[in-house]
């Protein structure tokens, strides 16, 4: 047994490593399994594998996506607000950087974090919103982010790249709103629902909620359960402290007021 050697464990690059959501997923994939990548905008002592660029240059995404078997696209404008060049150059033309590399490297798997607000203008309903709607963006993030959606579903149609749409809801180490209580995900959810897109037993573009298993939840978890899914945890414990919210939109839009003629 001592001459035998551990197989090769998978390689999973991150972008927007340095971010919330990619410091969680750089911290956890170890444990399961899986060495990380990082892919960082400015250099940190952080140390590892990591490479610094941006998402934008597709040298540097080449040189980044070199042997790697899955890509964790957290990279990005992540919030409204932003000018619509910024999301126009980053979060679509960014994406498809990141999955043309993907192709060019052969890397099989990527897992794009998609948001609510690419659907975000729909009104709730008492049943829970499947995870495959028509894209109802409530601001230009929520469009880059359907332009996102588009392009991981042309790359597996046409290149056969696994891709999962990952539309994530609230992604907070707790809720903070009674908003949350539906759209919450929690941090070990997030590291279920990224295994799932990377390492489940399944093919082609699947699109899929981002919540964990919330009583009040809006969203369907079918879609997730499909690809291997399954969150454990539920916002409602969290019920007491949050503060009452009356949007009726699931991105959680002030209703739109009709420009004066």
């Known amino acids: 047994m001592g001459n035998e050697t551990d197989p090769r464990r998978p390689l999973v690059l991150v972008t927007g490593a340095a971010g919330a959501l990619g410091s969680v997923l750089t911290a956890e994939l170890p444990a399961h399994g899986w060495d990380v990548r990082r892919l960082v905008r400015t250099p940190d002592d952080l140390g590892g594998d990591t490479v610094v660029g941006s998402v934008t240059d597709l040298d540097t995404m ?3 996506a070199e042997g790697a078997d899955a ?4 990279g990005g404008i992540s919030g409204p607000g932003s000018p619509w060049a910024d999301y126009l150059a980053t979060n679509i033309d960014g994406t498809r950087m990141v999955l043309e590399a993907a192709r060019l490297a052969a890397v ?3 897992a794009l974090a998609s948001s609510n607000h690419a659907v975000g ?4 309903r008492e049943h829970p919103l499947p995870a495959d709607l028509a894209p109802r963006p409530d601001s230009f993030y929520g469009v880059s982010k359907a332009a996102m959606e ?3 579903s042309f790359y597996s149609d046409e290149y056969g790249l696994t891709c999962a749409n990952l539309r994530i809801g609230s992604c907070f180490p707790r809720p903070t709103s009674a908003r949350m209580l539906a759209t919450w995900l929690s941090y070990p959810d997030l590291v279920r629902l990224t295994l799932a897109a990377i390492e489940g037993a ?4 699947e699109t899929v909620w ?4 919330n009583t009040r939840r809006w969203w369907s978890l079918d879609a ?3 690809i291997g899914f399954f969150p454990e945890d539920d916002a409602e414990r969290y019920a007491a402290e949050v503060t009452p919210d009356d949007s009726d939109y699931v991105g959680g839009a002030t209703p739109p007021t009709l420009l004066p003629r």
Do not use: K, N
């Open 224 to 226: 997730g359960e499909r």
């Open 71 to 74: 890509i964790v696209h957290l």
């Open 121 to 124: 203008y729909l009104r709730r």
């Open 108 to 110: 099989p798997r990527v």
């Open 210 to 213: 981002g919540i964990s298993r």
């Open 202 to 205: 399944w093919t082609g573009c």
């Open 150 to 152: 588009a392009l991981g």
């Open 62 to 64: 080449a040189r980044a």
